[in-house]
């Protein structure tokens, strides 16, 4: 039998994301990942009783926190590492279960897919391979529910000053963030491109390449995203009023192609 925390609180505390990001000591750091669960939470609840997908899990922070509203709700990671801690924590939950992304199962039948932070980090043939994934998992007129970091215009300057603070406070791994010249910051500041780095890393499963936050540019993702479903919402977090010039990251709510027809753009929040 698996050990469990004794409240709701301390499962999500348990995860190492949750403790680097949610319960974070810097004020700023919480609150901006605080706000983004906040947000994801209201976005899916409109399928609530369905089934629920979270493609790249992590270590099932979100999972936790929706799981008692879906009659099944699916945590795919890659780390096979991070999923067998993920069922250690989490795996006595009802409805709870994780899988490595590559074995998902039912095709076009979850309610809902969640995609938070991943697209970010692949490189881009895989990234464009996942939106493929993505859409051929969700349900007809189910909803596919994105989020990727904001890392061009005025607000990186801001998201740049706060990661230095909290590296200087060795929170979480912002100690080893990327760092900008300063002729890349300008440039970005300014929607201009910037040459993002591969990193190489030996995992698990084998050695694996992926990019960090640096240079990546929600626009082109969203463009790809239209290609492929209908986009129904578009928000901002933490400021939703503000768009993408005060905030750190971009949302998407889609639908499939194929329930362009049924789907009816939300009004902005």
């Given at each position: 039998?698996?050990?469990?925390?004794?409240t709701?609180d301390?499962?999500?505390?348990?995860?190492?994301?949750?403790?680097?990001?949610?319960?974070?000591?810097?004020?700023?750091?919480?609150?901006?990942?605080?706000?983004?669960?906040?947000?994801?939470?209201?976005?899916?609840?409109?399928?609530?009783?369905?089934?629920?997908?979270?493609?790249?899990?992590?270590?099932?922070?979100?999972?936790?926190?929706?799981?008692?509203?879906f009659?099944?709700?699916?945590?795919?990671?890659v780390?096979?590492?991070?999923l067998?801690?993920?069922?250690?924590?989490?795996?006595?939950?009802?409805?709870?279960?994780?899988?490595?992304?590559?074995?998902?199962?039912?095709?076009?039948?979850?309610?809902?897919?969640?995609?938070?932070?991943?697209?970010?980090?692949?490189?881009?043939?895989?990234?464009?391979?996942?939106?493929?994934?993505?859409?051929?998992?969700?349900?007809?007129?189910?909803?596919?529910?994105?989020?990727?970091?904001i890392?061009?215009?005025?607000?990186?300057?801001?998201?740049?000053?706060?990661?230095?603070?909290?590296?200087?406070?060795?929170?979480?791994?912002?100690?080893?963030?990327?760092?900008?010249?300063?002729?890349?910051?300008?440039?970005?500041?300014f929607?201009?491109?910037?040459?993002?780095?591969?990193?190489?890393?030996?995992?698990?499963e084998?050695?694996?390449?992926?990019?960090?936050?640096?240079?990546?540019?929600?626009?082109?993702?969203?463009?790809?995203?239209?290609?492929?479903?209908?986009?129904?919402?578009?928000?901002?977090t933490?400021?939703?009023?503000?768009?993408?010039?005060?905030?750190?990251?971009?949302?998407?709510?889609?639908?499939?192609?194929?329930?362009?027809?049924?789907?009816?753009?939300?009004?902005?929040?």
């Amino acid at each position: 039998m698996n050990r469990e925390p004794s409240t709701a609180d301390d499962v999500l505390r348990s995860g190492d994301y949750a403790r680097k990001q949610i319960y974070c000591p810097s004020r700023v750091v919480a609150w901006s990942h605080g706000s983004r669960f906040d947000l994801a939470r209201t976005l899916v609840a409109p399928r609530a009783g369905g089934r629920l997908l979270d493609y790249g899990c992590g270590d099932g922070t979100f999972v936790a926190m929706v799981h008692a509203d879906f009659r099944e709700t699916l945590g795919a990671d890659v780390d096979r590492g991070q999923l067998r801690e993920c069922a250690l924590r989490l795996g006595d939950l009802p409805g709870v279960r994780f899988a490595m992304t590559r074995d998902v199962d039912g095709a076009g039948t979850w309610d809902v897919v969640t995609c938070m932070e991943v697209l970010e980090h692949c490189l881009e043939d895989e990234r464009r391979r996942v939106l493929d994934e993505l859409t051929r998992l969700a349900a007809p007129g189910g909803l596919v529910v994105i989020s990727v970091p904001i890392e061009v215009g005025p607000s990186l300057a801001g998201k740049q000053l706060f990661r230095a603070l909290a590296g200087l406070r060795r929170l979480g791994d912002y100690e080893h963030r990327e760092r900008y010249t300063p002729i890349e910051m300008i440039r970005s500041i300014f929607g201009a491109a910037v040459p993002r780095v591969r990193v190489e890393r030996e995992g698990p499963e084998g050695r694996y390449t992926y990019y960090g936050h640096k240079g990546f540019d929600y626009r082109d993702l969203e463009r790809e995203l239209a290609e492929r479903m209908t986009i129904v919402r578009r928000l901002f977090t933490p400021l939703p009023l503000a768009g993408p010039l005060m905030n750190s990251q971009a949302w998407f709510v889609a639908q499939h192609l194929g329930t362009a027809r049924e789907a009816r753009p939300a009004p902005a929040p």
